[in-house]
């Protein structure tokens, strides 16, 4: 009877708390993107400055996705199946970006690769700027993705495959990499959906240069502080379906390796 009791008790409260924090703000947002009209909605979203910030924001974010792709599984990789000095140290590291005010970021960015750069490395309102800058707080997703099924991989397929002849390539191709891309695929995909949405850590070394630097979130402030709050909504909601899109054929895609991989198993 607890149970029972139980079970329709939690999904209301669920429910209501999802609605207080992101259905009801969502809703508000799309009625205000669409306040005048549907034309006004595309043409706010079609404005070439409009277009031009989502396209570098997409272009990037798709950038800084695949390199945490790769990079993010190396790390993984070593953390889980390498010991080295140190190595406490370096998980720790990876947390840094969740804790850290992305404000923070952009500073030491800026004051590292910026006009006085001390290194001679100068990514101020450039591009390159901002993939260092989305790099660094979308670091987490993949490797923190990876790291548990790393962990809970079976190493005796692995060495059952080393005693048959495979290489190491062919291995991890063959054995690893298949038991991985779920879990890459998912990590790949949080971190283009935080890069797209993306403000402090860009908002000092990118420069936001209309139609070259200049993020959507940058846009969207521009807009709010400029009183066109409905030009802001309507970028802002493009940005939204464009997340949920990729999150959503993502899960698809991850959902389908899993299944191969469970019926090969």
Not at 56 to 69: E, G, I, K, Q, Y
Not at 179 to 196: S, Y
Not at 215 to 225: F, L, M, T
Not at 243 to 255: I, N, Q, S
């Amino acid at each position: 009877m607890g149970r029972r009791v139980g079970r329709p008790l939690g999904v209301g409260l669920v429910g209501l708390w999802l609605s207080i924090i992101v259905l009801l703000p969502l809703a508000a947002l799309t009625v205000t993107s669409f306040g005048e009209g549907w034309s006004g909605f595309w043409d706010a979203v079609t404005a070439p400055v409009a277009l031009a910030s989502l396209r570098v924001t997409v272009a990037v974010s798709a950038v800084v996705a695949l390199v945490n792709a790769v990079m993010g599984t190396l790390i993984a990789w070593v953390l889980v199946r390498d010991d080295f000095r140190g190595k406490r140290v370096v998980n720790a590291l990876i947390d840094l970006p969740f804790a850290l005010p992305t404000i923070v970021a952009s500073i030491v960015l800026l004051s590292l690769y910026g006009p006085n750069s001390p290194v001679g490395i100068h990514l101020n309102a450039t591009q390159p700027g901002l993939l260092v800058a989305l790099a660094f707080v979308t670091l987490p997703f993949v490797v923190r993705s990876v790291q548990p099924v790393l962990i809970e991989a079976d190493r005796e397929v692995e060495e059952a495959a080393a005693s048959l002849g495979a290489s190491n390539w062919t291995t991890f191709r063959r054995v690893v990499l298949p038991t991985l891309a779920p879990a890459v695929i998912g990590g790949t995909g949080l971190a283009f959906a935080r890069a797209i949405g993306e403000y402090g850590s860009v908002v000092l070394i990118g420069g936001n240069i209309p139609r070259k630097t200049q993020v959507a979130s940058q846009y969207i402030q521009q807009q709010i502080e400029i009183d066109r709050p409905v030009n802001a909504a309507a970028v802002s909601v493009a940005l939204l379906a464009i997340a949920f899109v990729t999150l959503f054929v993502l899960r698809v895609l991850a959902g389908r390796s899993q299944r191969r991989e469970e019926d090969s198993a």
